[in-house]
């Protein structure tokens, strides 16, 4: 198949656009390399069947020749901290880039697919969160350029199932992590690892008793082509139900890196979630999906990673 994978010079999309080349098929990867970077599909340079074109998903997308037979629409910047940096670019990335998107996958009869967020739940008061739970978002937040946008993104693909019946497929991805996640980010994982790595303090936001749950970019990777090969229109959860507190993140990464790292605690961001964790009851029952690679793992791979991207 041809495939489009929006945000493909990032952390998950690089990923993807690996797994569906070593599926054989064609791969278009769209991305103006703001929070992606080149380095992590340079590797890819000479596949006759991988195309790159350096371009931002808000402006229009020049004509795209021959068959498209699905895209994948990833691109927007991810991490909060970027992202706030960055705010009209993120909220038009999942609300006009979704558009244009979903306009190509119409006048392409192509399936797509739109990589919503757990962040679509806010500061959740339903634990673990099901896809039926319609969430606590301030739409005002810091955080709003990034969750308001995807909420967005949802409903416009929702709107156009509806009124011209696109072929669509909503997914909601939770902590992530991985190999090619860039070491300065402003992520968790990352931080903590470069940080144990030189033996620099690991910055605790808040009491750091706040949880997340994280999945290993190849466990996600297998759940987004599952999706898009299902016959499921969501919105699916996809994560690791795998719920830890930031501060037992700290200690198993300190741990795991051997480092002499001491916790000190910094404020705690706005609106940083308390807790999240995915429900996947929905993903396993229709996708047959799930997460196989425990935390520590996938961390080893991790640390080995930027151990050989020099931090
Ligand atoms: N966090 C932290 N120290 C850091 C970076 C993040 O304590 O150096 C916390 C952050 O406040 C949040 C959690 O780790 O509670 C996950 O943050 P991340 O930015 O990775 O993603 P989020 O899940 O908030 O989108």
Redesign the pocket.
Known sequence: MNIIVTGGAGFIGSHLCDKLLSLGHHVICVDNLGSGTYENIRHLDKNKRFTFIRHNVIDPLKLIEGRIHQIYHLASRA???DYQEYPVETALANSVGTDRMIKLALSKNATILFASTS?AYGEPKVHPQKEGYWGNVNPVGVRSCYDESKRFGEALMMAYHRQYDVDIKIVRIF?TYGPRMRKDD????P??ITQCMKDDPI????D?K?T?SFCYVVDLIEGLIKMMDSKEFGPKNLGNPNEMT?IEVADLIKEMTHSDSKLIFKS??LD??TK?QPDISEAREFLDWHPKVEFRDGLKKTIEWFRKNGI
């Not at 910055?203 to 808040?206: A, C, D, E, S």
């Open positions: 991490s909060p901290v962040e902590n402003g992520r968790v994982i931080n903590f910055t605790i936001y808040g750091g706040q997340r930031i705690l961001p940083d979630p999240r």
